[in-house]
């Protein structure tokens, strides 16, 4: 099996994705949002690109009679006049149960929807469920590629580290001895060289993902704004055995990318 890694959004523009399953990472805070707001009972999540357009898409959800919650930040900032922010403790289970979530975001979402038009299956994944995504694309069995949103076009450190995380999974459900006794293709894995960088920032912090964020430029953006229990919700590592998936439910909301619990 073939693991592949591209580093931003950006990147995903020109990639070739199809028949394979990609993982898409913004670990800071949109795929967090994501898999707590589903694990939370959330109904569905349209993620959007464009602020004017999430609001269209979510009062049109409204005038369904479909319960609805709009969401979105830039820069970190929730959008003015916009309900929620992108803080995946916002999204308790009395406040999304039942309800759809319109989401837009600086960089998550516009990954999600770059992935969601190019690859056969899209899952969303973070620290909070890297275990559980690895068991579902080792199950799927196909070519994995690992999309980090990145952050402006750039690198992004906890985003890596996230696709680290269900790199260092797949290694152990196809090798259980290989952490112990790591042989280059051991394991079965063919991994493309940004993956391998992104299993040892795995090796280097799976005691302590937190750290990760008080090393990346934007964990500690977010921490001087005041969110680092944010932080601390989403540097739980294998908490959620959710396994968002993009697709199911496309008639809701027709050109609209749709994520849901697999």
């Not at 289970?93 to 056969?120: C, I, K, Q, Y």
């Not at 940004?194 to 964990?219: C, I, Q, T």
């Not at 989403?234 to 697709?247: D, F, K």
Request: proline share 5%.
């Amino acid at each position: 099996m073939r693991v592949t890694l591209y580093p931003t959004a950006e990147s995903l523009e020109q990639a070739f994705l199809a028949g394979g399953t990609a993982v898409v990472f913004d670990v800071l805070r949109a795929t967090s949002t994501i898999v707590t707001a589903l694990a939370h009972g959330c109904r569905g999540v349209v993620t959007v690109v464009d602020p004017a357009e999430a609001q269209e898409v979510a009062a049109r959800l409204a005038g369904g009679n479909i319960p609805v919650l709009l969401a979105g930040e830039r820069g970190g900032e929730k959008i003015p006049g916009f309900p929620h922010g992108n803080s995946p403790l916002e999204f308790r289970p009395e406040v999304v149960g039942g309800r759809m979530l319109v989401l837009t975001t600086s960089n998550g979402t516009r990954a999600l929807n770059l992935a969601a038009g190019r690859a056969g299956t899209v899952l969303v994944g973070s620290l909070l469920n890297a275990r559980a995504v690895a068991r579902e694309a080792c199950r799927l069995g196909r070519d994995v590629i690992l999309a980090c949103a990145g952050t402006q076009g750039e690198f992004s450190l906890e985003d890596a580290l996230g696709a680290g995380m269900v790199v260092l999974e797949m290694m152990k459900m196809a090798d259980p001895g290989w952490l112990y006794c790591p042989t280059p293709g051991a394991s079965g894995l063919d991994l493309s060289d940004f993956a391998v960088a992104a299993l040892h920032l795995a090796l280097a912090y799976k005691d302590n993902p937190r750290r990760a964020f008080d090393h990346s430029l934007h964990g500690r953006k977010l921490f001087s704004m005041g969110l680092a229990a944010d932080l601390d919700w989403c540097a739980s590592l294998n908490t959620c055995e959710v396994v968002p998936v993009v697709g199911e439910g496309k008639e809701i909301i027709p050109g609209c990318p749709v994520i849901v619990r697999s």
